[in-house]
């Protein structure tokens, strides 16, 4: 391989791994459908149903699908209350593209009947554009998932469940 080659190589490389950094380790979020605002004599805030994704350094992922809770200020909350999905997989990146493997799914309401729908779903593939992902089968009108900073106190309970009492996905 030539010096010229050599070099677009790496810089390729070099990119495509700073890339990575920008949304590893973080909490990206995407709301997925409308705000649900509680009547005014509640008092209460409004809230939405969402999907938070983890990509840990490491290689592990984590998908966890859940109601937030708009605080004074847009301060985010995961509802404690309302039913939760969080699935557990690995991750891996090439270039712009990161594709996701599911190997456990966990729901506070469980499937009846056979293997979780989604372990039998495809598997997740992204696009990286900056911090954020969008997802590939809905792109271009996907609303992309963006790092946000998000109280849930619980994360790291929901994903050890998930490891230790979810459905595997193996075989599905």
């Given at each position: 391989?030539?010096?010229k080659?050599l070099t677009?190589?790496?810089?390729?490389?070099?990119?495509?791994?700073?890339a990575s950094q920008?949304?590893?380790?973080?909490?990206?979020l995407?709301?997925?459908g409308?705000?649900?605002y509680?009547?005014?004599?509640?008092?209460?805030?409004?809230s939405a149903p969402a999907?938070?994704?983890?990509f840990r350094?490491g290689?592990?992922?984590i998908e966890h699908?859940c109601?937030v809770?708009?605080?004074p200020g847009d301060?985010?909350?995961v509802s404690g209350?309302?039913?939760h999905?969080?699935?557990?997989g690995n991750?891996?990146?090439?270039?712009s593209?990161?594709?996701?493997?599911?190997?456990?799914v966990?729901?506070?309401?469980?499937?009846?009947?056979?293997?979780?729908?989604l372990?039998?779903a495809?598997?997740?593939?992204f696009?990286v554009?900056?911090?954020?992902?969008?997802?590939k089968?809905?792109a271009?009108?996907?609303?992309?998932?963006?790092?946000v900073k998000?109280?849930c106190?619980?994360?790291?309970?929901?994903?050890d469940?998930?490891?230790?009492e979810?459905?595997s996905c193996?075989?599905a």
């Amino acid at each position: 391989m030539n010096r010229k080659k050599l070099t677009a190589v790496l810089v390729a490389l070099l990119l495509a791994g700073c890339a990575s950094q920008r949304f590893t380790d973080h909490k990206l979020l995407r709301i997925d459908g409308d705000w649900v605002y509680p009547p005014p004599d509640l008092e209460a805030a409004p809230s939405a149903p969402a999907t938070i994704l983890e990509f840990r350094s490491g290689g592990e992922f984590i998908e966890h699908r859940c109601w937030v809770i708009k605080n004074p200020g847009d301060a985010l909350t995961v509802s404690g209350g309302d039913p939760h999905v969080v699935v557990v997989g690995n991750w891996r990146q090439s270039f712009s593209t990161v594709t996701v493997s599911r190997s456990h799914v966990r729901r506070t309401v469980r499937v009846i009947g056979g293997t979780d729908p989604l372990c039998r779903a495809k598997p997740l593939a992204f696009t990286v554009v900056g911090q954020s992902l969008v997802p590939k089968d809905e792109a271009p009108q996907a609303h992309p998932f963006e790092v946000v900073k998000i109280d849930c106190s619980d994360w790291e309970t929901y994903v050890d469940e998930a490891k230790a009492e979810g459905d595997s996905c193996d075989g599905a």
